[in-house]
């Protein structure tokens, strides 16, 4: 699943997202008018977070907003705060030293404890000292707030968070404490975390944000059936036959990214073809998925424990939908443990709960390249 942060092409092949970008549109406006705003994207992995979030940046650039771009990572060994060192770095190597100097100012020497390439852009005076860490902690904060704030002084500013999933803790305290702190600076924070993955501590900061009244949220779900053909053709630079489009709807569900996987892969494989104006698809082999899918998939699987695997493989033979009594009688295991199962498995994005008239509740396979591939 990708993990990218960085631009990616964005532009003519956007589909869709009316609401989501003219919400994003109007958090814009907010933080243009003076008023410091975080509006925080949640979504599935492939969903399209971080496309929106790219074109957010489009947008405010355009806009005549200044946009700074970071992202927190899953590996190992990243330092705290990253995803403002990698946004706040980028601009310190970038910025005009005049202006740059000025919004340092007084604070340079307290953001260079964490961004030296400052004191190397700045020169002299900005050596960096420690302090008692809880000291150190707090002059920190305010430090970085306060030059976020000089930096939106002259133009609207767009901070970009991506993949605050896996964020550190001390990350999203500088989040809240900017947010608490600079309520009137023209600062749009636009961050995106993949929902059911947000571990601890993201929730907290959440929760935290909202009390403050600063955090708009907006759940980003799939693409309608239309859009995803839409999507298609762009990606193609033509029309596809229907059954394309079924069956890429059938297997993506409307997440762009398990719908792009399996074009790139019959383009490559020659599967797909132009067919006068169309493009049009071989009959397929069986194991259909490509590698990029699949590993997506195992990774998920790999987070839970053999007997929830095993009792997958069943469902997966049962349907699309099963319901969890019939797994338990099936695999003559109890039932509350099958549901416990279940539930870890739903974590993991492999399985939906469709709630019914019946307490037991459907379940159903994620998309249809998770059952797909087992
Ligand atoms: N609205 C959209 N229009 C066109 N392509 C999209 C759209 N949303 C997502 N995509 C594409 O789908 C893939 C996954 O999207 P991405 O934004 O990386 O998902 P996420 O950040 O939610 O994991 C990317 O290749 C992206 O370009
Ligand atoms: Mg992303």
Redesign the pocket.
Same mark, same amino acid.
């Given at each position: 699943? %990708?993990i990218?942060t960085q631009l990616?092409?964005?532009g003519d092949?956007?589909?869709?997202?009316t609401h989501e970008s003219a919400a994003l549109l109007h958090q814009l406006e907010l933080a243009t008018g003076g008023q410091t705003r975080i509006v925080l994207l949640a979504?599935?992995?492939?969903?399209?977070? %971080?496309?929106?979030l790219n074109w957010l940046a489009a947008r405010a650039v355009q806009e005549g907003a200044a946009v700074l771009l970071g992202g927190a990572s899953q590996s190992e060994g990243m330092p705290p705060y990253l995803p403002f060192l990698e946004a706040l770095g980028r601009y310190i190597r970038t910025a005009h030293l005049e202006a740059l100097r000025e919004q340092a100012g007084d604070i340079a020497a307290t953001l260079a404890v964490i961004l030296p390439e400052l004191a190397s852009r700045l020169g002299n005076g900005t050596a960096s000292y420690p302090l008692p860490p809880e000291q150190a902690r707090l002059r920190l904060f305010e430090a970085v707030s306060e030059f976020l704030s000089r930096i939106a002084a002259d133009r609207p500013l767009l901070l970009v968070l991506?993949d605050l999933q896996w964020a550190d803790g001390a990350s999203l305290d500088l989040l809240s404490h900017a947010a608490r702190t600079r309520r009137a600076s023209r600062l749009l924070i636009a961050g995106?975390y993949?929902s059911g993955e947000e571990g601890p501590i993201l929730p907290r900061a959440v929760a935290e944000l909202t009390r403050q009244r600063r955090l708009t949220t907006i759940r980003?779900g799939p693409?309608s059936p239309d859009?995803t053909s839409e999507?298609t053709s762009?990606h193609l630079a033509g029309p596809t036959a229907p059954d394309v489009d079924r069956l890429l709807y059938e297997q993506s569900e409307g997440n762009?990214?398990f719908a792009?996987e399996p074009l790139r892969g019959w383009l490559e494989t020659g599967a797909l073809q132009r067919d006068g104006d169309h493009w049009s698809l071989a009959p397929l082999p069986d194991d259909i998925l490509p590698a990029s899918i699949v590993a997506a998939v195992e990774q998920r699987l790999a987070r839970l424990d053999a007997p929830v695997v095993d009792s997958l493989r069943v469902a997966a033979i049962i349907g699309r939908v099963f319901q969890a009594s019939l797994l338990a009688n099936v695999t003559n295991r109890d039932p509350e443990l099958v549901e416990e199962g279940l539930a870890a498995a739903r974590q993991a994005r492999l399985i939906d709960l469709r709630c019914t008239a019946r307490s037991t509740g459907r379940i159903r396979s994620s998309a249809g390249a998770a059952s797909r591939a087992r």
């Open positions: 699943v %990708t990218s990616i092409g964005t092949t956007f589909v869709g997202r979504g599935e992995p492939g969903i399209g977070k %971080t496309c929106l991506d995106a993949r980003i693409l859009e999507l762009r762009p990214f792009e």
